[in-house]
């Protein structure tokens, strides 16, 4: 989500960001500032940068820089979420840059407004585009409810693709009660190949079956991907309330202890530091969590010369500082309690992950002095899976 990387547009203002996105290139001394400027306006409010990102999302792709700002334009006009941009969106459906079309996909579902019989068949005629059009063709049809896609979904049902097929199901048993095609989505969940894992994750999350939670919850997939999946499962009005049936499961998820993952033996690294290490830091979260594993499965004065030094080189590793913290959570390591605060306090979006983790281990750890942030976590924290983390925290730290 652009959100998380609002932090590195802070210093740039609407006023500097309205004059640049639409600059000619050739006349910037940093280029890369227009579309830098597009994820600005997406964090503003105001009906005139609105219609800067509104122009900005119709610039010719001829220039790279230009071509790139179109994108991040488009992208952040569904952020704001504004019907004023559906004209513009539903015109770069028609472009031959496919991830301008994604993203043009995206945004109108995010706007999330009812659609018109038109509106309906042009987002049709996207489906005749490459693998990942189609998927988000079909998740937009998914998540808009729109059942009128279905003669030209359904077939897609039978892909040999996994990202269409598992787009299709969802699509079918969210918008047609149709749920037995997404027994093929469970076995995709433990797939060595890490995008198809993170894909049925999705689909699941889309479905809206609930009863695919459990195996959900054990998919060695990130955290917050599953977490964002099951709440569209138990919690789809984002009320920050889980139904008492789901709570355990939902716990389970957001503890995210590596050994109630469905891990491969190939990912489980050797109890070795360097091993360890190396795996903290794969593109692949299951050798993440199998790297997760391994570290708590050293002796403790192994494993707590290990954490200080991976701390001292990579706790600035957003990834690395959630598995450090994670640890030391789950096995209630006081020897760092320092690191549980550091973490819960944490305020940039890339660490959210982080401070559940840390609320997870002030419980385990019973620091009672950090009762205020918590407080302050459980009514203000943007996502809901933070928010509920913490108010489950507060009920038994009392």
Known sequence: MAERFDNLVEGLTEDRAMSVILADPETLDRPVDKYMAATRLGASDTEESLDVLIKAAELSPEHLFDRITRRKAIDALGRRKSTRALPTLFRSLSCTDEAAVINAVDAITKIGAPLTESNQGSLIKALDGEDIQKRAVIQAFCRLEINKAEEAIRPLANDQNPLVCGAAKAYLARVHKETSGLDDLVPQLIDPIAGRRRSAVIDLGDAGDVTRLEALVAAPVSMSLRARSAFQLVDPNKTCHVPDEYSELITQLLQDNPQ???????????????????????????????????????????????????????????????????????????????????????????????????????????????????????????????????????????
């Open 260 to 398: 109630h993952l469905k891990l491969r033996q190939e990912w489980v690294c050797p109890v070795d530091a360097i091993e360890i290490e190396n795996n903290l830091q794969h593109r692949d979260e299951a050798r993440q969590y199998g790297g997760a594993l391994s570290l708590m499965n050293m002796d403790k004065r192994s494993r707590m010369e290990l954490i200080n030094e991976i701390k001292q080189k990579l706790w600035s590793d957003y990834v690395t500082h959630y598995y450090l913290t994670s640890v030391i959570s789950l096995q209630g390591l006081s020897e760092r309690s320092d690191l549980i605060c550091l973490a819960l306090a944490e305020t940039i979006p890339q660490y959210t992950k982080s401070r559940i983790a840390a609320a997870w281990g002030c419980l385990r750890l019973r620091l009672t002095d950090q009762k205020p942030l918590l407080e302050e976590l459980s009514v203000s924290a943007n996502w809901l899976p933070l928010k509920w983390t913490c108010r489950q925290v507060l009920k038994q730290l009392s």
